[in-house]
């Protein structure tokens, strides 16, 4: 999209629906201006790190409002068509349009924004998307700084919409769990691009014995999280005892990750082998 093509919706004098975060319910407002790089100071002195504010003024008052409370409401344009390729499952345009800078501060006049319309596209019978496909929508939406909090007209927010769904792809990218986290996509990638993972082989990839994944996750921390069973038996019986107990950046061992998944079998293995179960992650001792 050229310059030419783009309306900034959120100028000066410009109508937009606002949030109030408290009562969840948005109202009608018009912005007065924009403050990029504004800082907020709570009751202790404590700056906050730097954000967009709007000043925006409402039937009852003039009052700022953080960025991702502010949302400016289309029938057409980029962002119109931005929603409607990920209502479609269409990836491939979703990261296009936000390569373009495609807002995602945008809605329908329900309120429905991409991140709505993509979980929203599970329930649709013209959808064909996989599951992994509206997960990946949803992620995209998300590195562009879609709120998961923001709820539409009806009160309904992305994470509510999922778990109505049983949209457990979607879920665990809105909320993801501990270990994901840790396990980046390219460790994900470079796991399941193994020999032993796509052809279910005995005899599996050949790892370095001190081998970690970025985050410092190991092969036998892989192995647990996707129930990797004869690469799983393979590791244990090559590994030394003190591997049971190493943590991935986040906290997390190898028996924590195959718990966390339900993985039966490879909570079994791991404990016949040695993993102690009072190794707990430093998540959850933080908690």
């Known amino acids: 999209f050229s310059g030419a093509d783009k309306v900034d919706l959120f100028n000066a004098e410009s109508p937009v629906i606002v949030l109030d975060a408290t009562s969840l319910r948005w109202e009608k407002a018009h912005v007065l201006r ?15 790190a730097p954000m967009t504010l709007f000043d925006v003024f409402t039937w009852r008052e003039v009052r700022d409002v953080k960025e991702e ?3 400016a409401q289309t029938r057409g344009g980029p962002a119109a068509l931005l929603m409607a390729a990920a209502s479609s499952g269409d990836m491939i345009l979703v990261r296009t349009l936000l390569e373009a800078k495609v807002s995602v501060y945008e809605c329908d006049m329900d309120a429905d924004t991409a991140l709505i319309k993509a979980v929203q ?48 792809a979607v879920q665990r990218v809105l909320a993801p769990n501990p270990s994901d986290k840790s396990v980046s996509v390219e460790c994900e990638a470079q796991f399941k691009e193994s020999e032993y993972v796509l052809s279910g082989g005995d005899t599996g ?32 019986a090559q590994s030394q005892p ?18 966390e998944e339900g993985h039966l079998k490879a909570v079994e293995d791991l404990l016949h082998a040695g993993a102690d179960l009072n190794v707990s992650s430093s998540l959850s001792d933080g908690r």
């Open 34 to 48: 924009r403050r990029d790089h504004a800082i907020l100071t709570d009751a202790k002195g404590k700056a906050s």
């Open 69 to 71: 409370h502010v949302m």
């Open 121 to 168: 596209a599970k329930t649709s019978p013209a959808v064909c998307g996989s599951a992994e496909c509206r997960a990946e929508i949803c992620r995209l939406l998300l590195a562009a700084k879609a709120n998961i909090h923001v709820p539409n007209f009806k009160r309904q927010k992305a994470f509510d919409l999922a778990t109505a769904n049983k949209d457990m």
């Open 205 to 236: 990839p050949t790892f370095a014995p001190n081998f970690t994944f970025k985050h410092a996750v190991t092969p036998l921390m892989m192995a647990a999280r996707y129930s990797q069973i004869k690469l799983l038996q393979k590791l244990l």
């Open 242 to 259: 003190e591997a049971l107990e190493a943590q991935c950046e986040n906290g997390m061992t190898a028996l924590c990750m195959a718990a």
